[in-house]
């Protein structure tokens, strides 16, 4: 009779742990995306900033953008450093 009294409260005891664990594994998992998503915003704003300030350069190069690989050259080519497709104007 002791013994399955004990066993019992083990039981018990285990369970109330197992749901304490399971718990903080979800505070934890709730936690972690938050702040996950908070870095992503500030890695986006970042990222808008640069290209921003890409465009802003590119304009004040006069670069001008090869048609067929996107490359940006320089305003007196004729040809394209990357692909050396034509990319006269």
Not at 2 to 14: A, G, H, R, V
Not at 50 to 55: D, Q, R, S, T, V
């Amino acid at each position: 009779m002791k013994s399955e009294i004990e066993i019992l409260n083990l039981e018990e005891n285990l369970n109330k742990l197992e749901i304490d664990l399971e718990n903080q594994y979800i505070e934890s998992g709730k936690k972690i995306l938050e702040l996950s998503i908070n870095e992503q915003q500030k890695i986006d704003s970042l990222i808008n900033e640069i290209i921003e300030i890409k465009k802003r350069l590119i304009k004040v190069k006069k670069e001008k953008q090869c048609p067929s690989c996107m490359t940006y050259n320089t305003s007196d080519s004729n040809y394209c450093k990357f692909c050396g497709k034509s990319i006269k104007s």
